[in-house]
């Protein structure tokens, strides 16, 4: 085995309790997908003895149509998780600088460091990106997150446009992006050098049918196709994420609610003395110990905790903005947590 792959840390996913659960910790959406997208996933059920089309040209339309961009200028995933992989592989050679502004998605690292890449880690407090450490090192891939994982600001354009002036390539994780209500992806039609990473998993709701895409120039959508897994999304994920496209005000609907009640969650955790991050994405980080974890644990309601992360110092938890009634019975246990402390 490859000596790097010791030193990689496994990708924490979390804990999948069983039962009746509150479950707050993996940034999905809480709401069950429209009676079109159920419907569409059921009548692709009598199509999985056959492959889905290779090279889904049905997905690409709606994923064009959706957000404005050429088809030749989409390419796929088995969640945008897998993108971050291929993006590494197709880009990064031995020792080439890779800088991933900290802290932030624990995911970018496996894929530069299984690359033999030069990974440069600095550290903006808040995760508040200035452009004068990319400039200094010239990186040959910066990896950005906007809204970020863990601590829900967006990246401005100004910055990114700076990032990517003095990068060979940049890779924009916009995950969440439908929650912050604004994107970066016309960079990709100034910057011959930007790829933007999408999901299906969050705003859309199908986190678990693993559908992602990236947008970059033709050149660099064609490499990443090039190199995906053959037929990486099954039938019933292509079906459904079109019919969700096409549910696009369903959508938009559950999107408000979640930033509605994520508003009124960061003002209610503000209020019981938290220091909570104000987010545009669908979760919410804020200092507190161990205890409170276990606590909210007992009362059968499951969120991140995070202690040890590059660039966040101390204790934290990250809980994904729920259904009203969810958000509500977490306050509860916090309310409990903090007039017993
Ligand atoms: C910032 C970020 N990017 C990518 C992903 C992976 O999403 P997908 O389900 O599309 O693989 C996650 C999942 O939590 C995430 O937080």
Do not use: W
């Not at 992360?309 to 934290?316: S, V």
């Amino acid at each position: 085995m490859r000596g790097v792959v010791k030193i990689i840390n496994p990708y924490d996913a979390g804990i999948f309790p069983e039962g009746d659960v509150i479950i707050l910790n993996s940034n999905e959406n809480p709401y069950e997908p429209s009676e079109e997208v159920k419907k569409a996933y059921l009548e692709s059920l009598s199509k999985i003895n056959r492959y889905p089309d290779a090279s889904y040209p049905k997905l690409k339309k709606a994923i064009s149509d959706y957000l404005g961009v050429e088809i030749e200028n989409i390419a796929l995933g088995c969640g945008s998780s897998e993108l971050v992989s291929r993006v590494c592989d197709i880009i990064v050679n031995e020792l080439d600088k890779v800088v991933i502004p900290m802290p932030s998605y624990s995911l970018y690292l496996t894929y530069a460091m299984l690359r033999d890449s030069s990974l440069l880690l600095p550290i903006f407090k808040n995760y508040a990106i200035t452009p004068e450490f990319f400039e200094k090192e010239k990186p040959r891939l910066s990896i950005i997150c906007s809204p970020n994982n863990p601590t829900g600001n967006t990246v401005d354009r100004k910055t990114a446009e700076k990032i990517a002036e003095c990068s060979e390539y940049v890779l924009i994780d916009e995950a969440y992006a439908e929650f912050a209500k604004k994107n970066l992806v016309d960079l990709v039609h100034e910057f011959e050098n930007v790829i933007i990473l999408r999901s299906f998993s969050k705003f859309f709701g199908l986190a678990g049918l693993r559908i992602g895409y990236a947008i970059a120039r033709k050149e660099v959508a064609e490499a990443l196709e090039k190199v995906r897994l053959p037929f990486a999304i099954p039938t019933p994920g292509v079906a459904t994420a079109i019919s969700a496209v096409r549910s696009i005000n369903y959508y938009l609907g559950l999107r408000d609610k979640i930033v509605e009640e994520r508003e009124r969650v960061f003002s209610k955790l503000k209020k019981l003395g938290f220091e909570v991050y104000p987010s545009e994405a669908n979760f919410l980080l804020f200092r507190a110990k161990k205890d409170i974890f276990e606590e909210l644990l007992e009362k059968r309601i499951v969120v991140r905790y995070l202690s040890g992360l590059i660039g966040l110092e101390g204790d934290f938890i990250r809980a994904t903005i729920g259904k009203r009634e969810e958000n509500e019975r977490l306050i509860q246990i916090l309310e409990r947590c903090v007039a017993s402390a």
